[in-house]
Nanobody, 125 residues
Framework: DVQLVESGGGSVQAGESLTLSCNAS???????MGWFRQAPGKEREGVAA???????TYAYSVKGRLTISKDNPKNTLYLQMNSLKPLDRGIYYC?????????????????????WGQGTQVTVS
């Protein structure tokens, strides 16, 4: 099973930027990968995802501000976050799955993914 480890979280002011990384134990090119976030008292929500060919999709609330990408030789997934807002705060998780024909409809559902990292905290004030 693929192991995922996130890093790069922190505490920033509104309008600032952060880049999250997710290092995978094996070939990222084999997986559909996504970023999710969970704010206190709320359900985990899909933020962005990328398929095996590099096609990306985003939640409406983050379009134009967040960018998902991956570096397959480094087995690393990234989330570049610009113009951060207080509503962006939460624990950010990366996830991986072979979604196959369920892409793109299933990308935003946490239940679609078997493999998860431990999460990294993002605070925006």
């Amino acid at each position: 099973d693929v192991q995922l480890v996130e890093s790069g979280g922190g505490s920033v002011q509104a309008g600032e930027s952060l880049t999250l990384s997710c290092n995978a134990s094996e070939y990222t090119e084999r997986y559909y990968m996504g970023w999710f976030r969970q704010a206190p008292g709320k359900e985990r929500e899909g933020v962005a995802a990328i398929d095996t060919d590099g096609m990306t999709t985003y939640a409406y609330s983050v379009k134009g501000r967040l960018t998902i990408s991956k570096d397959n030789p480094k087995n690393t997934l990234y989330l570049q976050m610009n113009s951060l807002k207080p509503l962006d705060r939460g624990i950010y998780y990366c996830a991986a799955e072979d979604l196959g024909s369920r892409w793109p409809e299933a990308w935003k559902y946490a239940s679609s993914y078997r493999y998860w990292g431990q999460g990294t905290q993002v605070t925006v004030s």
